[in-house]
């Protein structure tokens, strides 16, 4: 089973958390202390261990209980989460040139499955509706020349070959000139691999990449080499400059330490990993399928998410009954109004909305003047008018009365009990909209 040493690693720190209500400073430090040595194991490179502990822990002690959820649950969905994080978020795709063809330079050492790759990639391709052709620029090794010419044949995509007495680059440039007078979309040039990095192999590199100004720079690395591949893609990265990473052999024994590292090391993707010998077995790399295959918990994690999800919605309904609910009365009204007024020239404020455009000096006195002969109203209102407008919606007496009291006409009375109960009907219209969003200030 792929990263099962890691798996059970992990599994242990759950289990420490059995029993427990809720996730605390104390009770984390045994569960972190085995995620601690389970990625260590698995060849994870000690700094990124580290960051990858502090942000775990400090999630854990500040993600509050959610009804239903038992903390390892929690706990296993923050690892989860983390571990995406760590494997670079999203999957990243492969770019491919505006005009083609796209070029993709496969570079690494020696064995790590290159020349495979470079027959895995094409068919990969070529089920995507592109026609592809390969480059066979591994000087050093007659006999890679012989297999991607094989490996051609097995998925139908011609093979660029010129010998091995030929330059790498020279090779480069013949075979690009092939591919355009082919209009193939995407070319693959595979190139020599060594047993260790040197001088050579970078300058010839170098060559090639500038003969062809590839879209991809990819740097085939074998997961069973754990932390090393990420310190490879570093290498290679700061030397010629790549685009992403392909990881090989992952349905080996593999434990995790590359696929862990790779991103968070070198500031690289990984863009595709090879699970087999057959030419069928390379695909996209999904960090979120692959932290659900390392914690092997799939329906925990879905359960949390619901449970997320469900209390994000109460607490979504919550708000908002509080304020559909909320008495919208006169003295809200005059709060709000007056809060508006304040924010001294209306003139200035309204202008920087955009769309609104200027406002003249007349509107602004026209404003004022009806926010005067709004408080002159309210003013004169019983309390409990103030808190119950619909006692004055009922009432023609107490309007009248109202009208008389502040010097104001009956009709000016009946506007600004209207007025209340659009803004109520605009408030809860708001709301609707907002459902889900962020909730506005009501009143101050
Ligand atoms: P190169 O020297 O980098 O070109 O490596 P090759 O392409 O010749 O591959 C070396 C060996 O690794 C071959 O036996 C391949 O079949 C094997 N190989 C490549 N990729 C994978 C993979 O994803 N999984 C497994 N199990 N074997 C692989």
Same mark, same amino acid.
């Given at each position: ?6 798996? @059970? ?22 569960? $972190? ?39 390892? &649950? ?5 690892? +989860?989460? *983390? ?6 978020? *999203?999957? @990243? ?24 790759? +470079?027959?895995?990639?094409? =068919? ?19 006999? %890679? ?72 720079? =990819? ?11 990420? %310190? ?31 991103? *968070? ?13 057959? $030419? ?93 002969? $709004? *408080? ?15 006692? =004055? ?20 009375? @009946? &506007?600004?009990? %209207? ?11 708001? $709301? ?13």
């Amino acid at each position: 089973e792929m990263f099962g040493q890691l798996t @059970s690693g992990l599994e242990s720190a759950w289990n420490k958390l059995k029993g427990e209500e809720v996730l605390t400073k104390e009770n984390i430090v045994e569960p $972190m202390r085995d995620i601690r040595r389970a990625l260590l194991e698995a060849d994870v490179s000690l700094p990124v261990v580290r960051r990858f502990v502090q942000a775990v822990s400090e999630q854990a002690v500040g993600v509050g209980v959610i009804r239903g959820v038992k903390p390892d &649950q929690q706990l296993v969905k923050i690892v +989860s989460d *983390e571990l995406v994080k760590l494997m670079g978020g *999203e999957v @990243s795709e492969l770019t491919f040139a505006k005009s083609p063809p796209t070029v993709i330079l496969l570079a690494g050492l020696q064995g790590v499955g290159k020349t495979t790759v +470079s027959a895995k990639l094409a =068919l990969y391709l070529k089920k995507q509706g592109k026609s592809c052709m390969l480059i066979a620029g591994d000087v050093y090794r007659p006999a %890679a020349i012989d297999q991607l010419v094989i490996l051609g044949k097995q998925v139908d995509v011609p093979v660029y070959t010129a010998g091995t007495d030929v330059k790498p680059a020279e090779i480069a440039r013949q075979g690009l000139q092939e591919a355009k007078k082919k209009n193939v979309d995407v070319v693959i040039m595979d190139t020599a691999g060594r047993l260790q990095i040197d001088k050579t192999m970078m300058d010839e590199l170098k060559d090639v990449k500038r003969t062809l100004n590839p879209t991809e720079v =990819l740097l085939v690395v074998d997961a069973m080499t754990g932390q090393e591949a990420a %310190a490879l893609v570093t290498t290679f990265n700061v030397e010629i400059g790549i685009t992403g990473a392909i990881l090989t052999k992952l349905d080996g024994d593999s434990r995790g330490g590359a696929a862990l590292s790779v991103k *968070e090391v070198s500031g690289k993707p990984i863009k595709l990993v090879g699970r087999g010998e057959r $030419m069928e077995d390379l695909e996209p790399f999904y960090p979120d399928r692959m932290a659900g295959r390392i914690l092997g918990m799939g329906d925990v994690l879905s359960f949390v998410e619901k449970a997320q999800e469900v209390m994000k919605q109460e607490d979504a309904e919550d708000l908002q009954q509080k304020i559909m609910s909320a008495k919208f009365d006169f003295n809200d009204f005059l709060k709000q109004t007056r809060a508006v007024a304040q924010m001294g020239s209306m003139s200035r404020v309204l202008g920087m909305i955009p769309g609104m455009g200027k406002v003249t000096p007349a509107q602004i006195r026209e404003a004022e003047k009806s926010l005067q002969i $709004m *408080e002159a109203m309210i003013e004169v209102m019983t309390p409990e008018e103030r808190e119950k407008p619909e006692l =004055l919606a009922e009432s023609p007496a107490r309007r009248k009365r109202i009208a008389k009291e502040s010097g104001k006409t009956e009709q000016q009375v @009946s &506007q600004l009990v %209207a007025q209340l109960f659009q803004m109520r009907v605009r408030m809860k219209n708001l $709301m609707g909209v907002m459902q889900g969003g962020s909730v506005p200030a009501l009143s101050n």
